[in-house]
């Protein structure tokens, strides 16, 4: 059974950086492209970045690009989503998952919220 545990979100100003790191176990991690998710309150969970299996591919949605950047340590099962220039509009629960089908199962997901 697939598990995705999230960590690293918190409360950061305006300006501020976040690097989030999920945890995937229960499968063979480097056979998968990997996406990052968010889901702001009241909204739909929505794609912000994705990776290929290999890392050669990374693909970003317009509001995240050139602010936020996606890897991966197929060594450790291991995705990681570096945020910079936080903005109060990336305030939501960010959750880590396959690309481009979802597994089922989501993590917990961890809050991130960018306020003054």
């Known amino acids: 059974q697939v598990q995705l545990v999230e960590s690293g979100g918190d409360l950061v100003q305006p300006g501020g950086s976040l690097r989030l790191s999920c945890a995937a176990s229960?499968?063979?991690?480097?056979?998968?492209?990997m996406g990052w998710y968010r889901q702001a309150p009241g909204k739909q969970r929505e794609l912000v970045a994705r990776?290929?299996?290999?890392?050669?591919?990374?693909i970003y949605a317009d509001s995240v690009k050139g602010r936020f950047t996606i890897s991966r340590d197929n060594t450790k099962n291991t995705v990681f989503l570096q945020m910079n220039n936080l903005k109060p509009e990336d305030t939501a629960v960010y959750y880590c998952?396959?690309?481009?089908?979802?597994?089922?199962?989501w993590g917990q997901g961890t809050q991130v919220t960018v306020s003054s």
């Open positions: 229960g499968l063979i991690f480097s056979n998968y492209a």
């Open positions: 998952n396959r690309y481009p089908t979802p597994w089922a199962s």
């Open positions: 990776i290929r299996s290999d890392s050669w591919t990374t």
